[in-house]
T-cell receptor, first 116, second 111 residues
C-alpha cells in the first residue's frame, strides 16, 4: 500500500517570498508523483507531475518539484509567490502495479496563504 | 479535446433522502473513471473507480454506490443519505499519461 504525507497543513507567506511545500511518500514499488492545486470551491487542477527522466519538473506558472528517491520526497517550491498562488495544494502518488488503471493516493493537502 | 462535466454544483438534501450525482466525459473512449470525496482537513478519499461499463470497484464500505451505465457516464448514488455523507464530491478521469482530470465538484450538504 502507498501513502502520502504532507507535513504542513497550512503555510502562510508574504508576497514575493520563497515557499516550499513538503511531501513524502511511501510505496514498495516504483511510482508516479503529482502536485495538484485547488482554488476555493473548484475541482483539482494538475500542477506538475513526475513520471520518469529528469527528477526536476516545472510548471508553467513558476512552481517546480524535485523527485528524491532516496528520501522518498517530492517537495514543491516557488522562488517568489504571488497573491494569486493562494490555494490548497495536494501531493499524490500512483504506483505502477495497478494493471489497467493508476489509482492516486492523495495527501491531506497544504493550504498556502500568500499575504500582501 | 477531452472535457469532464459534473453536476449539480451544489446540493442540499435532507437525511434519509436519495442521491444521484452524475459525471460525463467527452472526447475520449473507455476512460478510467473515479469518484473521490473531500472532507475538510482529510484530503481526498477514493470512493469508487471503474475501468469499463458495468465494472465498479469500491474502495471503502459506505452508504454510497456507483454505476457506469454508459462508457462515458459515471453515477454516484445513495438510497438514504446520512449526515456523514456531506462533503465535496469529485469525479475524475484518467488520462493517457496517468494524470487525472477532475470535474468541478459537487458540494453536498446533508441536513
Amino acid at each position: 500500500a502507498q501513502s502520502v504525507t504532507q507535513l504542513d497543513s497550512q503555510v502562510p507567506v508574504f508576497e514575493e517570498a520563497p515557499v516550499e511545500l513538503r511531501c513524502n511518500y511511501s510505496s514498495s514499488v516504483s511510482v508516479y508523483l503529482f502536485w495538484y492545486v485547488q482554488y476555493p470551491n473548484q475541482g483539482l487542477q494538475l500542477l506538475l507531475k513526475y513520471l520518469s527522466g529528469s527528477t526536476l519538473v516545472e510548471s508553467i506558472n513558476g512552481f517546480e518539484a524535485e523527485f528524491n528517491k532516496s528520501q522518498t520526497s517530492f517537495h514543491l517550491r516557488k522562488p517568489s509567490v504571488h497573491i494569486s498562488d493562494t490555494a490548497e495544494y495536494f501531493c499524490a502518488v500512483s504506483d505502477l502495479s495497478g494493471g489497467s488503471n493508476y489509482k492516486l493516493t492523495f495527501g491531506k493537502g497544504t493550504l498556502l496563504t500568500v499575504n500582501p | 479535446s477531452q472535457t469532464i462535466h459534473q453536476w449539480p454544483a451544489t446540493l442540499v438534501q435532507p437525511v434519509g433522502s436519495p442521491l444521484s450525482l452524475e459525471c460525463t466525459v467527452e472526447g475520449t473512449s473507455n476512460p478510467n473513471l473515479y469518484w473521490y470525496r473531500q472532507a475538510a482537513g482529510r484530503g481526498l478519499q477514493l470512493l469508487f473507480y471503474s475501468v469499463g461499463i458495468g465494472q465498479i470497484s469500491s474502495e471503502v464500505p459506505q452508504n454510497l454506490s456507483a454505476s457506469r451505465p454508459q462508457d462515458r457516464q459515471f453515477i454516484l448514488s445513495s438510497k438514504k443519505l446520512l449526515l456523514s455523507d456531506s462533503g465535496f464530491y469529485l469525479c475524475a478521469w484518467e488520462g493517457p499519461t496517468s494524470g487525472y482530470t477532475f470535474g468541478s465538484g459537487t458540494r453536498l450538504t446533508v441536513v
